[in-house]
């Protein structure tokens, strides 16, 4: 991922080790992850302070952000990023999606 490597250049330059990077990213993820949250609560209006500062179109963009910034997060912990994710998304899903046979699967 071009931006995992733009940014670890970066950090790099800036004489930080990669385990302060790999943190700093994942706070990184935290904060973004915040930011949907908040999102949610200007979108119900539950913040009696605020009311509706929010719409469901700006909880999707900062979603976005946070998948973004966590496919960046996880490239700059595993070169094989891809591969990973694909493994445990596959092991996830099996909890659930249910079993399928193999007859079922030529009726698709």
């Known amino acids: ?14 004489g930080l080790a990669p385990e302060e ?18 999102a949610v609560i200007g979108a119900r209006g539950t913040n009696p302070r605020k009311g509706h500062s929010h719409t469901w179109t700006d909880v ?27 493994a445990v998304l596959a092991r996830k899903a099996v909890k659930f999606l249910p079993a399928q046979d193999s007859s079922d699967e030529v009726l698709r």
Do not use: C, H
């Open 1 to 14: 991922m071009r931006l995992a490597g733009t940014f670890s250049r970066l950090d790099s330059e800036n």
């Open 21 to 38: 990077q790999w943190t700093l990213q994942v706070l990184k993820l935290a904060e973004e992850v915040g930011e949907a949250a908040q």
């Open 60 to 86: 999707q963009d900062e979603v976005a952000d946070a998948i973004i910034t966590g496919m960046v997060a996880l490239a700059r912990l595993r070169p094989d990023a891809r591969e990973y994710l694909t």
